[in-house]
């Protein structure tokens, strides 16, 4: 086969280009939504592992959050979507919510240690402010410290959002057409590797670049106020 | 200018560690996943034929399968491909005079590894039109029909049942592409079969379509929940299994097919036949 004929085989017999497409789609969706949870379930994770009594000895909260990421990040995702999809979730037919499901919860830990993790690095200065001019603890998490912690985790966040879109690639395992996957059905009809493997990487390469910019037109808006 | 290079320069290594992958296949790495059913031989021996010379002129052939097909392919009890493929294999191995050497891999990567990864494939594996345009066959060596496998009390009985219906396949396979054709059918593609039984019995698809040996194994693992219904009330085609070599290697193709010939002449097919697959 030529360069040209295998390009059709891969891409144009059969409409070919929309089971990319649709995978895409697929692709795209689990990662929005497990990006919404993990962001969500994140933040509170992270703010739970951060709460102390007022002596300043770590809450049961905190434990929890503790045990929660440690179980996350000590399983493999792949272990943890075949978990969801056979056991947890066995009855339910909606394959994109239980892979956003599964991929959320997988997030949501990774998530919580960059949230942490901007958090304190934001002064100790600024709270002990906040509180000597009156603010409850929560007002000034709230007011002062976030905001400001946001810029140190717009960058992290950025990245695992990417990963996060990456590792969906593995959904093909509970029989989800997602991109990847799309590659996959096209070369076992084609008996050709190259061109829907070469395509799909393409494809995830494109996506992830217009993402990359995005993200960096938000992390220069937030920088503005830098230079005075 | 610099801006220039860079990106030129970015270029080329990442071309140079696309081809080193490409080439370098020689290394052992997938001995994890390799089972050798004969003290392997030195590594170096691990390539595949490269498309000029015959894999007969080797002294180890590479053999692919999937161990997802029981009985033919499945992994055996040290967790390493057995079944009636395997045995077979071996045997066809011992006529060349060849070393064997199994490994396990997706079944629907199988066709276009023929060639580089591996030089032979056996898993149960059906002669079709596409297929033959990469690959050559040997001669048929198993008659297989296509099965349906339903929940006990389920209304699918004939071909118009199987419209508009959820249904799972393996990947890949002849029952994949059967289902993809069915008017209205919303295809659930697994990498196992066992998988999509799994998800039969959880409601998630409709029916399993797969070839009739595996189907009855798997039901026989759920004899109360499952049934197999035989293809042909579906108006399914009976199809050869056949063993893929690489596309032009005549020589490998003829040695194969005169084992195989040999085997069934001596009574040794049949006896496989007997232990693996009628279960005797």
Known sequence: ?228 | MKKLLALVLTGVLGVSVLTACGSSSSAPSAAAETASTEVAAASTETETASASGSALDKDTLIIGTNAAFPPFEYAGDDGTPAGFDVDLINAIGEKLGKKVEVKDMEFDSLVASIGNKIDIAIAGMTVTEERQKMVDFSDPYYEAVQNVIVVNGSEIASADDLKNKKIGVQLGTTGDFIASDIEGSEVSQYNKAVDAVNDLLNGRVDCVIIDANPAQEFVSQHAEELTALEGTQFGFETENYAIAMPKGDAALVEAVNQALKELKEDGTFDKLVAENITGE
Do not use: C
């Open chain 1, 1 to 228: 086969m030529t360069i040209g004929e295998k390009f059709t085989s891969a891409f144009i017999a059969e409409n070919r280009w929309q089971l990319y497409l649709k995978g895409l789609g697929i692709t795209i969706e689990i990662a929005f939504f497990a990006a919404i949870i993990g962001l969500i379930l994140g933040t509170v994770l992270a703010l739970m592992k951060l709460s102390t009594h007022k002596d300043g000895k770590p809450a049961a909260m905190s434990y929890i959050s503790t045990a929660y990421v440690d179980i996350i990040r000590g399983t493999p995702s792949v272990l943890q979507l075949l978990i969801m999809w056979f056991i947890v979730m066995k009855s339910s037919n909606n394959g994109v919510l239980v892979a956003s499901l599964s991929f959320g919860l997988n997030s949501a830990a990774y998530v919580s240690e960059i949230v942490r993790a901007g958090i304190l690095a934001v002064d100790k200065g600024q709270m002990e402010a906040g509180r000597s001019l009156g603010l409850t603890k929560g007002m000034t998490m709230r007011y002062i410290v976030l905001p400001q912690a946001m810029k140190n985790i717009i960058p992290p966040m950025g990245n695992e959002f990417i990963t996060l879109l990456k590792e969906t690639a593995i959904v093909g395992y509970v029989s989800l057409n997602d991109l990847t996957r799309a590659a996959n059905l096209i070369q076992s009809r084609t008996y050709e590797a190259f061109m829907p493997l070469i395509g799909a990487a393409v494809i995830y390469f494109v996506v992830i670049k217009a993402l990359t910019l995005v993200l960096g037109v938000v992390e220069r808006r937030l920088r503005r106020s830098d230079n005075r």
